[in-house]
């Protein structure tokens, strides 16, 4: 964590951050009464040394990504994310995507089709649009773990329009899941129509028709994510989702039902795969 390197074993890469910043997450870690113990174990300090970073440093994610890291890469805990492409393996800084092809949005329940549809992984064309005449849309998600321990966890989903996602307290809660354990160096995929979260239709309503951004956070007790409220530029925001992978974007439309069209002859600059759209 110090020096930075690459484990010869595992060829797990980590950003060192000098001896200072480590010092100091160290100490604040062995001086904190009842954080560790005699029957305390390397996990224990994993989730310690974590802890410590998001206190004394808690919007600085290059910290807390060589801390996690750092234990990732000698095989202590687990490390659960989504993904933000179908090549990402977990692995951060990544590249900046807003099609995470792990949040999947059907209009209706997941028949068994569809359900073996989202168990293979290297589909990423699962997802509909959002449209006000169908009522409730559901939304379904793959969570992975990279790490050496089993974990589970919640999957957090947010909606928001493009104009404000840079701003959590403005977000949506769509709703949140509890994941089973999923096992280390494993995923874990929705097997029944309800391993959902429910797009209601009164808040999809309520947004209007327009464009939207999917925010999924992956939380655990022992892989915790980076605080949400910290964000407050479009800057960081692309942080969050570069440099943390708890936290996955896809972009989505919500459009009126049958009376909607779409103008393909305009473009958004703002952000990547952004259509416009005019009523009847």
């Known amino acids: 964590m110090i020096v930075g390197g690459t484990h010869r074993l595992s060829g797990v890469t980590v950003t060192g951050i000098g001896q200072n910043a480590i010092e100091q997450i160290l100490f604040h870690v062995m001086s904190t009464p009842g954080t560790l113990g005699y029957t305390s174990d390397f996990n224990d300090f994993r989730s310690a040394m974590i802890t410590a970073c998001m206190d004394l440093y808690p919007d600085d994610l290059d910290y807390l990504l060589t801390v996690k890291n750092g234990f990732h890469a000698v095989g202590i805990g687990p490390d659960l994310y ?35 549809q989202i168990a293979h992984t290297t589909n990423g064309s699962l997802g509909q649009g959002i449209d006000l005449a169908e009522g409730d849309h559901h939304v379904y998600f793959r969570i992975f773990n990279r790490g050496a321990e089993d974990s589970s966890g919640t999957f957090r989903l947010f ?13 949506h809660e769509v709703g949140h899941f509890d994941f089973p354990t999923v096992p280390a160096g494993g995923l874990w995929v929705p097997s029944t129509a309800s ?15 327009g464009h939207f951004c999917f925010i999924g956070i992956v939380e655990s007790t022992v892989d915790p994510a980076p605080d949400r409220n910290l964000i407050d530029n479009t800057t960081e925001f692309h942080d969050y989702i570069r440099k943390s992978n708890n936290y996955v ?26 259509r416009f759209w005019s009523q009847n």
């Open 82 to 116: 989504a993904r933000d492409s179908l090549a990402d393996q977990g692995d951060e800084p990544g590249t900046l995507s807003c099609m995470s092809p792990d949040i999947i949005c059907r209009q209706d329940l997941a028949n068994a089709a569809t359900l073996t």
């Open 159 to 171: 909606i928001s329009p493009v104009s404000t996602f840079p701003t959590p307290a403005s977000w």
């Open 195 to 209: 391993d959902c979260i429910t797009l209601t239709s009164a808040l999809a309503s309520s947004l209007g028709t």
């Open 249 to 274: 974007w896809r972009n989505c439309d919500i459009t009126g039902g049958a009376h909607a069209v779409w103008d393909y002859a305009h473009t958004d600059q703002r952000l990547p795969d952004q």
